[in-house]
């Protein structure tokens, strides 16, 4: 026994001396020759200096950056084969290929076209199509592309043209051009093509290539596309791809593990790697078509899986990281990140993102609960009584924003003058029940119904009927939401209490997500088999206005297609969406989006209660420069080759 | 012994096709699959939007329909499987690595694990053998008193929390002291190491053998404390009853010393029962440490089972577990069998 401790003593003792020995920047006493200069007269002298001893500058060698993100990229795949569409998948092509657009603040920045194109410029247009039978068009009332059965008669279809820049080359050195384009979009049209969403393949009659440089558009005749500008496909190699089917692609590992790149940095050259599991190491692509401009700033960019917030907070604090992403951390590190930036050892980043939480009401539940969600004055005393400030400072640390509506303010077609705002007012929304037959009979604190009736529009017949609640019915709910999400669960736990002070009884079921969001009839969500919901939309460029929209309820007799789980239906708000859809005039869009807003926001309608924006949260070291984080662009790394490291120990 | 091997085997085979058929139906009862996401990921926005079509095409692209876009029934789909399986072709991972071969991402962990386990094991046999054996031998003894206390400890104490633990003592504050301080996790350095960490002062390169083995040490210390501490308890507890045994009593009362009673009579008899743990931790050097694993960052099977759980990948899933089974069955049969060496008592017909 004494000898293992006299042993650990010296241990121990070894490492102390090492650690002094090995110390930076002490004081040490030095002797140094010096010349000085006295009088015109050069005088030699030894004379002895305290000095810092600093390190001899140290060839660090390659300038490197290390990304830590909590998941793996399953592949790097081209999406028009199948390959994924995950966040983290998007965090590593942008150092390997640069898109057609970034989407920055609610907008599209063309990247490697030369503008974007719009009907003002001519680079969009209408043209006129001889339509005859089993031709494909879009009808707008089916909201789909079918095989035209009628007489032979001119419709309008889009033409859009695009200029691709030149002077862009793959890594190999041959040159990228629109012939690339095109092959991505020969192969997501094919029907072994494997991808998720054939819709814009659907809308497409051509897309072509006129030459080196340029790729037409043409849409089916009838369809209007508000984002027409988009209908360009991201380039894959053609002189690689050339011949091989989908299937050949998706087996073969070089496509999936180590594409042809044409961004800052390369996945083939000689020192970059991909160990599963561990970490996929890039290195500068030297013919990269910004090389002028001094891109990539660092010769080697590397990313590490590390799915455990402790272990990736741990390295980005002890430099084994330089940065963090947004998948591997949440609100719940701000405090800890606040504090380190206090410090001056982190730099955390907290960005209003587009996911945004809200809860919803159910109109026409699936099965045979009380629909109390067809009270109006219900839905206006909850939303009044629904403290979301406190929402937002207690969970997300005061650094997102209250939602009046499914856009957040800082979107363009937010209509800040049409939209219906509700401030925390409990005494108005205990009032509003009481008026409205919500009383509490037995002063158990709950409100029963008291001769209460409700009007609300059959989403089926689109008519108003009446819902009479039978006296007695005790004001309750049970909200539905994923487990496993400490934001959702403080934010349900501060609704309950908000709802039990004006006489709501909230009872909170969690879910796991896979049962939750399941695929209808067994999901609950869009089953429609629960009382309050609580989940999170995703919002765009593109408002997300027709999720409430008449058609889109999921119901058995439609086969479960559409995303209006609330039930919600009024189509007065149909039509301003669909004014709003279909019209390419930004006026006429704004417009229609802020009466949609306008309606979806009276006191009468309020099938939802947004909530807040959820917050993207990474961190860098103090020494990475040029990181940014956007609301609208997905991926932090849009802009990875401008990334810089100012020093490195 | 051949008649009894080989009744064992039928049996465990029999064990294996069961138990193999419970998980893969289970996992298919599981709510959710690798398509769950894409209804809502594609919400609001028309021309992304994921239909029901959409999510059967891909249905069949993973060989959960056939040609005809109608459903494969369970059972043609889990005898299609296992023929595979059996040959050793796992099929290919769903969402982990999509498209990658099963068997090459096990294989791209399996390293990492048995490194960690292996290293873990042996660490803990060292020092639990003897520690239960002195421990027993001295009972009530002040170390049998520290022992106990330590074994309490080891115990009782949450993995994830001591790891972390020894991260914020041997990462941060060593650094803050001044002292060679660890990596935080890894399984090697990814960049030259920091002036005043320990790699740098070993003068460690990246994926060198001695950057290895710094990273292997403190999730190893995790680990055997663990281990340790039960099996120093084990092993003190079948001591204690084998020295009360009557013929460790004889043994002395033939005047034989106490330390060839101990290491030659009691010793034996009392190691039984360890060598089922020991045998029983084959299972486990495959199947590696989940929480150790995530804590420390190392790559090992553990993560892999977790994340391909959670991400609904069953053929890595299904791989996993089955490969799991495969080392029980096989690790009871070689329980059973190492008893015959153990004990000469012990005879199977």
């Known amino acids: 026994m004494r000898k293992v401790l006299v042993l650990f003593v010296a241990v121990f003792a070894l490492f102390a001396l090492a650690a002094c020995g090995g110390g930076e920047g002490q004081t040490v006493v030095q002797t140094v020759v010096v010349t000085e200069i006295v009088e015109g007269e050069t005088v030699e002298k030894v004379v002895e200096k305290v000095v810092t001893a600093t390190p001899e500058p140290v060839d660090t060698g390659p300038k490197e950056l290390i990304v830590c993100m909590a998941q793996e990229p399953d592949t790097l795949l081209y999406d028009v084969v199948g390959g994924t569409n995950a966040l983290v998948k998007t965090a590593v092509l942008h150092a390997l290929t640069d898109p057609v657009y970034t989407g920055l603040s609610y907008d599209y920045q063309p990247v490697l076209l030369e503008k974007r194109p719009s009907l003002e410029d001519g680079d969009a247009e209408f043209i006129d199509v001889e339509v005859t039978e089993g031709m494909m068009v879009y009808d707008p009332e089916q909201g789909d592309v079918v095989t035209y059965t009628g007489e032979p008669t001119t419709m309008q279809a889009m033409r859009v043209t695009f200029k691709w820049k030149e002077g862009i080359t793959w890594e190999d050195g041959t040159p990228l051009t629109a012939y690339d384009s095109v092959m991505a979009y020969e192969l997501g049209n094919r029907p072994d093509s494997g991808v998720p969403s054939r819709f814009t393949y659907d809308v497409t009659a051509s897309y072509e290539a006129t030459d080196d440089y340029t790729t037409v558009w043409t849409g089916v005749p009838g369809w209007v596309d508000s984002t027409y500008w988009l209908n360009a496909w991201g380039p894959v190699p053609r002189h690689e791809l050339e011949g091989l089917t989908p299937d050949e692609i998706r087996n073969d590992e070089k496509f999936a593990r180590s594409p042809l790149s044409f961004g800052g940095f390369s996945l083939r050259a000689e020192g970059a790697e991909w160990v599963a599991g561990d970490h996929i190491t890039l290195v500068k692509n030297p013919n990269y078509w910004r090389a002028s401009e001094g891109l990539p700033k660092v010769d080697r960019l590397i990313y590490k899986f590390i799915p455990d917030t402790n272990q990736l907070l741990a390295q980005l604090l002890a430099g084994q990281c330089d940065v963090g992403t947004q998948d591997g951390m949440g609100v719940d590190q701000a405090p800890f990140l606040i504090n380190a930036e206090q410090e001056g050892l982190l730099k955390p980043y907290f960005v209003t993102g587009t996911v945004w939480e809200h809860i919803d009401f159910q109109l026409d539940p699936g099965d045979d609960r009380p629909a109390l969600g067809r009270c109006a004055p219900v839905r206006l005393a909850m939303v009044l009584a629904t403290d979301r400030q406190t929402m937002v400072d207690e969970v997300l640390f005061g650094r997102s924003k209250v939602l009046n509506v499914w856009l957040p303010e800082e979107h363009p077609m937010y209509a800040a003058d049409s939209v219906n705002t509700y401030p925390f007012d409990p005494e108005r929304a205990a009032q509003i029940l009481e008026e409205s037959g919500w009383v509490d009979n037995d002063g158990d604190g709950i409100r029963e119904a008291n001769g209460v009736s409700c009007e609300w529009v059959n989403w089926r017949t689109k008519e108003v009927e009446t819902y009479q609640v039978p006296d007695g019915t005790p004001l309750k709910f049970v909200l539905n939401t994923t487990s496993g999400n400490k934001m959702r669960e403080q934010v349900t736990q501060i609704f309950q209490q908000n709802m039990k002070d004006i006489g709501i009884d909230i009872e909170l079921e969690y879910l796991p997500a896979g049962v939750y969001f399941g695929d209808p009839p067994d999901g609950p969500l869009f089953s429609r088999k629960y009382d309050l919901a609580e989940f999170a939309w995703l919002t765009g460029v593109e408002p997300p206005g027709d999720l409430y929209t008449c058609d889109g309820v999921p119901d058995e007799s439609n086969g479960w297609a559409g995303l209006n789980n609330t039930a919600y239906c009024n189509p007065e708000y149909d039509q301003a969406v669909r004014a709003a859809q279909s019209t390419l005039i930004r006026e006429e869009q704004a417009a229609n989006w802020a009466k949609a807003q306008e309606i979806f926001t009276r006191e009468d309608q309020l099938p939802i209660i947004p909530l807040f924006q959820r917050l993207k949260v990474a961190a860098t070291r103090p020494e990475v420069v040029g990181f940014n984080m956007d609301p609208t662009e997905n991926s932090e790394l849009y802009n990875v080759e401008e990334w810089d490291i100012v020093s490195q120990q | ?349």
């Open chain 2, 1 to 349: 012994m051949t008649t009894y091997l080989i009744r064992r085997i039928i049996q465990s085979t029999l064990v294996l096709i069961i138990s193999s058929a419970a998980i893969y139906a289970l996992l298919n009862a599981v709510p959710g699959g690798p398509f769950s996401g894409l209804r809502i990921a594609g919400a609001g926005d028309k021309k992304s939007q994921v239909t029901q079509q959409d999510i059967e095409r891909m249905e069949q692209m993973l060989g959960l329909r056939d040609e005809n876009g109608n459903p494969i029934p369970l059972h043609v789909r889990y005898i299609n499987w296992l023929s595979k399986a059996i040959r050793g072709d796992w099929g290919k991972s769903w969402a982990v690595a999509q498209g990658q071969d099963v068997s090459f991402l096990l294989k791209s962990r399996l390293t990492n694990t048995i490194l960690l386990m292996t290293s873990a094991t042996i660490i803990s046999l060292i020092v639990a053998i003897p520690a239960g054996i002195y421990s027993a031998v001295h009972q009530y003894s002040k170390f049998d008193y520290i022992l106990t206390t330590f074994t309490f400890f080891g115990i009782a104490m949450p993995v994830f929390w001591f790891g972390l633990m020894l991260i914020i003592l041997f990462a941060f504050k060593f650094q803050e002291w001044g002292l060679p301080y660890f990596p935080t996790g890894d399984v090697i350095s990814l960049r030259a190491p920091r002036p005043g960490s320990l790699l740098y002062l070993l003068g460690a390169e990246p994926g060198s053998l001695t950057d290895r083995l710094v990273h292997l040490i403190l999730p190893s210390l995790v680990l055997s404390l663990l281990y340790m501490a039960g099996w120093s308890r084990y092993m003190r507890s079948s001591m204690l009853e084998v020295l009360r045994s009557d013929y460790v009593r004889t043994a002395r009362a033939k005047g034989l010393s106490e330390r060839v009673v101990i290491l030659k009579h009691a010793l034996r008899n009392a190691l039984i029962p360890i060598v089922t743990i020991i045998v029983f931790q084959i299972p486990g050097i495959f199947g590696g440490a989940v929480l150790t694993e995530t804590v420390f960052n190392w790559k090992g099977i553990g993560r892999l089972y977790v994340d391909a759980l959670s991400r609904s990948d069953w053929p890595v899933v299904m791989a996993y577990l089955f490969i799991s089974a495969i080392l029980v069955v096989f690790a009871n049969l070689l329980a059973d069998i190492l008893y015959t060496f153990v004990d000469p008592r012990i005879r199977y017909s």
